[in-house]
């Protein structure tokens, strides 16, 4: 599968490179074509001293635009207030079997502690605005917002944790979860259609004031039985 990472040169971005290259063939998206492929040289790299011969997947740059139409998968791996600009600019060149996945947390920093935005400014959950700028809706899905980049980046760790998927469309939700099990220690847990995803997102806040006032590592979370 041909995996596109807009923002793929963040910390997250690099996460899902060094997870999902093992089997995969990664583009590490930027808005700056030499700073992809930096990137992708770094995270191939790391890839190829950590896997060896078990790196069967590629890793390379592209600038978020070009490579967007060669993708099958697309992670939306940017900051908040910047998607309606990004999506814009995607929306004219995205497949339309393209699944685009959003870990988009809306989140800052008051002297309270972390906070969800769209509560504070009554705008969008993160999925919906993705949703409203790259349509069609059922492309869309989110995952990953309890997910810490530093745990992600640490490709021998396992991660021993859940994290909800939304989506409307069944196939895509089960070719997400599909990605999700191949990271170590890592299960996918339907919490059901996009309308949903703001319960996922407004985990991550309440997550980091959890542990920052309890001197917490990078928790995730797990659902127990
Ligand atoms: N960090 C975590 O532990 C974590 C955990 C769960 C979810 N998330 C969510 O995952 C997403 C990525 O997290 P991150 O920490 O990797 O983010 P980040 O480092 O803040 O940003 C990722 C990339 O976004 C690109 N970017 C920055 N400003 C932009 C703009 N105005 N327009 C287009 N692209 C822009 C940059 O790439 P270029 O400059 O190369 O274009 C940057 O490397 C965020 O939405 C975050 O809320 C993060």
Known sequence: MRIGIIGGTGGMGEGFALRWCQSHDIIVGSRDVARASESA???????????????KGSINGDDNISMSGRSDVLLLSIPYDTI????????QVIDDKCIVVSPIVPMT???AGFIYIPLERNSKPAAELVADNLPPRNRILSAFHTISEMKLKKIDMSLDADTFICGDDNTNVTILSNLVSEIMGLRPINLGPL???YQAEILTPMILNAARRNKLKNPGLKLVE
């Open 41 to 55: 040289k770094n995270y191939s790299n790391i890839a190829n001293t950590k896997y060896g011969n078990k790196f």
């Open 84 to 91: 309606v600009e990004t999506c814009g600019k995607l929306k």
């Open 109 to 111: 920093r008051t002297d």
């Open 195 to 197: 309308s949903m995803s």
